[in-house]
């Protein structure tokens, strides 16, 4: 069936580093996909998302690209600070159900 | 984008027993998904709630263990039936964000269930 692959499961940087979470997804007609964020004992929460008809996407100190023909996406966030220490969840929309289908989940430590 | 509340937040039930979760949404929203989030794991989908008509599961899932309600398009109910430990999860509502699948959703706050 329909899979992401998510990488790394855990990451810890100090604090002003650069964290970078990657995914492979396996439909290659899916042009959605979203990053959330769900800090310890909240809801996840939708923080950037790109479309196939582009390849990189930013939002101030978060950035995802894409790589269609690799079926590779990736979350990027510069100038780490304490509160971006959560857990985050890639995802793709299938293109048959239009349903998503999640990753693993990275758990990202941001230390002081 | 939609506001879901979501009841109750947390509660802990005995085995054999049945909980009923529910989601209000602010607005009509034609699509309702639940999902399952075991402590430290991903987001599984549990079934699509539809208005009108029965819910549509996933493998693994059953009608039986896990009915759902759409009696219309701002409100949702799932109950967790004849509850084992292995039911201890979080729960989440999610509808699509600005109504349509394709702009990621928006979750409820969850429903922390602890089976003892």
């Known amino acids: 069936g329909e899979n992401v692959e998510q990488h790394p499961s855990t990451l810890s940087v100090q604090e002003g580093d650069s964290a970078v979470i990657k995914c492979t997804y396996s439909?290659?007609?899916?042009?959605?996909f979203p990053w959330y964020k769900q800090e310890l004992g909240k809801r996840p929460q939708l923080i950037i998302d790109?479309?196939?008809?582009?390849g990189e996407k930013k939002d101030q100190r978060i950035a995802v690209t894409l790589n269609k023909t690799a079926k590779h996406f990736s979350l990027h966030i510069t100038e780490t600070q304490p509160e971006d220490s959560a857990v985050y969840f890639c995802?793709?929309?299938?293109?048959?159900?239009?349903?998503?289908?999640f990753g693993t989940g990275t758990r990202l430590k941001v230390l002081a | 984008s939609a506001v879901i509340s979501q009841k109750p937040s947390r509660d802990i039930c005995q085995r054999g027993t049945s909980l009923t979760i529910q989601c209000q949404v602010d607005?009509?929203?034609?699509?309702m998904f639940w999902y399952r989030q075991q402590p430290g794991q991903s987001l599984t989908l549990i079934a699509t709630a539809n208005q009108g008509s029965e819910a549509t599961y996933e493998s693994g899932f059953v009608i039986d263990k896990f009915p759902i309600s759409r009696p219309n398009l701002t409100f949702s109910t799932l109950t967790v039936s004849n509850m084992s430990p292995e039911d201890s999860s979080i729960y989440l509502c999610s509808v699509p964000q600005a109504g349509r699948v394709n702009y990621g959703y928006t979750f409820g706050s969850g429903t922390r269930l602890t089976v003892v």
């Open positions: 995802a793709f929309l299938n293109s048959g159900t239009y349903k998503y289908i």
């Open positions: 790109i479309r196939s008809n582009v």
């Open positions: 439909d290659s007609a899916s042009n959605y």
């Open positions: 607005s009509q929203v034609t699509m």
